[in-house]
């Protein structure tokens, strides 16, 4: 009985970080694509790293929001 609460245990870590990399992934690449869309814009190179700047932090506390939900369950 215990060796089942334990395979079950690794298996909802295994599922949560599953969900970690396709949450992070995903953002990584909308983080990507919304950096390459403002490089091709009329942005001054001071906006640009502004921009660049907040939106890897936006993202990141995404993630780490979103690891900490996870983790809650």
């Given at each position: 009985?215990?060796?089942?609460?334990?395979?079950?245990?690794?298996?909802?870590l295994?599922?949560?970080?599953?969900?970690?990399?396709?949450?992070?992934?995903?953002?990584?690449k909308?983080?990507?694509?919304?950096?390459?869309?403002?490089?091709?814009?009329?942005?001054s190179?001071?906006?640009?790293?502004?921009?660049?700047?907040?939106?890897?932090?936006?993202?990141?506390?995404?993630?780490?929001?979103?690891?900490?939900?996870?983790?809650?369950?």
């Amino acid at each position: 009985m215990e060796n089942e609460n334990q395979v079950q245990d690794i298996e909802i870590l295994k599922e949560e970080d599953n969900i970690k990399k396709v949450v992070s992934n995903a953002l990584q690449k909308f983080m990507g694509k919304a950096l390459d869309l403002a490089r091709i814009s009329e942005m001054s190179d001071r906006s640009f790293n502004q921009f660049q700047k907040s939106l890897k932090d936006e993202c990141y506390n995404l993630i780490d929001q979103i690891t900490v939900l996870i983790s809650k369950k």
